[in-house]
């Protein structure tokens, strides 16, 4: 079983800047496909970001150019960076891992953006 563990969240006006992390209890990233999602109530999650195990990455049309995904493997850690934000950002943000054998995910991190 692996723990992850997103921090980072938090209130920030629109146009403002935040940088998530998802921490992981063991060093994963070779094995592992590494996503962020969002979800706010009544609607499906939504993926977001991710980063494969062999570093390319994948963005939803809605963050393009604003948000990057990166890992530092000493750290266990993955990190979404969040920039020129806007309200419809608003969500809940989860860190997931998965390969074909397993998926796992964490227990989510709110942003929310003031216009």
């Known amino acids: 079983q692996v723990q992850l563990v997103e921090s980072g969240g938090g209130l920030v006006q629109a146009g403002g800047s935040l940088r998530l992390s998802c921490a992981a209890s063991?060093?994963?990233?070779?094995?592992?496909?590494m996503t962020w999602y969002r979800q706010v109530p009544g609607k499906q999650r939504e993926l977001v970001a991710a980063l494969t195990t062999g570093g390319r990455t994948n963005y939803a049309d809605f963050v393009k150019g604003r948000f990057t995904i990166s890992r530092d493997n000493a750290k266990k850690t993955v990190y979404l960076q969040m920039n020129f934000l806007k309200p419809e950002d608003t969500s809940v943000y989860y860190c997931n891992a998965a390969n074909s054998m397993y998926s796992y995910w964490g227990q989510g991190t709110q942003v929310t953006v003031s216009s």
């Open positions: 063991a060093n994963i990233f070779s094995t592992a496909t």
